[in-house]
């Protein structure tokens, strides 16, 4: 396994860990998801470019 394949890995389940829909999580809003989908995104990017 690639380190790129890890972090995509990494940063879904933090997408899906940080999504409000759990009762302890309610309250954050959606800034966890908002940060988290960025670095998705940004992961994604780097990959299609080949600097990770």
Known sequence: MSLSLI???VLV???VG???AWPHS???GYGPTGIV???L???VV???T???
Request: proline letters at 4%; aromatic letters at 8%.
């Open 46 to 48: 780097m990959m299609l």
């Open 37 to 39: 989908g960025v670095l």
């Open 26 to 28: 309610r309250g954050w």
């Open 18 to 20: 940080a999504f409000p």
């Open 41 to 43: 995104v940004a992961l």
């Open 7 to 9: 972090l995509l890995i």
């Open 50 to 52: 080949g600097t990770l």
């Open 13 to 15: 389940l933090l997408l």
